[in-house]
């Protein structure tokens, strides 16, 4: 039982008390409780492999804000990390492999990896599961199938992933494998998390609006339609393709409870796009968090009011918080979310 | 009169033999020759404001390749400079304005430069079109009122254009005078390359997809009307937003006579989107052309057939050319382009 289920209720579409809230990396480095522990860690990588400090940081933003939902604080390259490509993350810079995947053989040799080796996330799932006591839902979450291979076959992050947008045109059968295996590993993955009790899960496709149209159906879409499929029955899924606001009407379709939106997207004409077939779930420029307590609450009074009266809208940002956002203005977005669709709803 | 008007009448939505095809940043550093007058200038700003050199290398890849268009060899930060904001190029970077908008009193002095001052691009066009003598047409170009402005306040290139997106949300006063004398200086400027001889102009919109739906509308869409409707008269009009697939339907609803597409839009979806309302120009992933021949030919005819049989396709890249592309892939893609579109109209 959830005492404050509001989050489940808007992605089923059913009608809801007020438009539930919660944000892409609202445990992180805004929040000083956050980077106190990050230090105690030591690296990122010892603070997501500790079920202690990870279940730690995910309570972190709940006590602070009215939030309707906590998220797994980890990391979506777990999964590589586990096949054995040696994550690291250097100080001040993103995600690198020791191993990524440079010719035919590694991609060859890619296999799913023993879910044992991630047990660690699954502990910390559990664990956040039996603190939160019921309070609100806990999302787990993956990378998807294609961004997953972004990060393995670059080595590292890219300002345009070269490499792959190459291996897309040049050596689809390539792409193609990795994909695959991904999309099995994110199944095992997903699976694991929703029997340790996460209540909804979503996917994130980062670098999915890298690809061409015809690109992106194959080797994101497509993989991404495997995984929703194997966790739709038994917890409600989101996918989020950041850069997919031309693309809404395929993403609709694939059978996901729920599609995330980045800032670009008007939520008006996304709803009138959709149609009633799934929750949409977005979607506030981060960089509004970076303004005032004015301004954010005006922004997020646009969007609900954008959302309309139509049930199935949970509001989150375009995109993942920044570290430069001040704890307060959050504080502000989330009352004003909550008091405007109250309002909306009492037909105000 | 000119001798190969495929490229216009295309434009005009007019049959022609085969899809005209040309290249964002046809001319530059991916040729050698290009290259080596670039070294003989001294920098960037020094070849882009010699008409001599800026004429040398528009012509350059007509040399070398049956393009259908030539276009002006500049950049769009040229306006800006001459409003006293200091551009240059650092070797190896983007390009870094001295004095960027960096307070109220700035933008609030900001005016419509005295186009005089950018005297040596109206000569490179007038030398340029007497050069191409009537084999091709010309086209001029700007970047359009928000892109100038991203550069104009941020003082850089950047990864989020993060201090444009705040004064969008914190400060829409600031951001709208600043497009507003942005959009009054590209008429002029777009005019005075008319005057000189341009037979088309582009406005490149590279970073409007960074808005939300409602600022592009405002900030981005708006001053681009603006200036289409003060040159759609007398010359076609191309509008270009990178990242702006979602919002196809507004874009082709501001006059302009054609819509550049990035390579995420799937250009069959795009023309049943827009209708027989605008020309469509784009959409190859420039990363295709690091392929091969054979590669390049192949996503070239998807291309040509995904634009079908009804008029109004000009080819392009999605994106401009990368400095890595080799120039006999190049020269394989507008074989094919035109190869195929002839086959297409013959039936095949």
Redesign the interface.
Known sequence: MIANDTFLRALRREPTAHTPVWLMRQAGRYLPEYNAVRAKAGSFMALAQNPDYATEVTLQPLARFPLDAAILFSDILTIPDAMGLGLSFAEGEGPRFAHPLRDENAIAALRVPDMQSLDYVFKAVAQIKRELGGRVPLIGFAGSPFTLGCYMIEGSGS??F?TV??MA??RPDLLAHIVDVNARAVVSYLDAQIESGADAVMVFDTWG??????A?RKFSLAPMRVIVESVRDRVPAIVFTR?G????RDIAAIGAQCVGLD????LA?ARAEVGDRVALQGNL?P??L???AA?VAR?AE?IVRAAGAMPGHVFNL?HGI?PTTPPENVAALVEAVHRTSRELRAGA
């Open positions: 300002s345009d070269a947008r190459r045109h040049a609006g890298l690809l061409t149209a015809d992106y850069g606001g031309g693309w809404l800032w670009a997207v008007d004409a420029d960089v509004a970076l303004t005032d301004t922004e646009r375009g920044l």
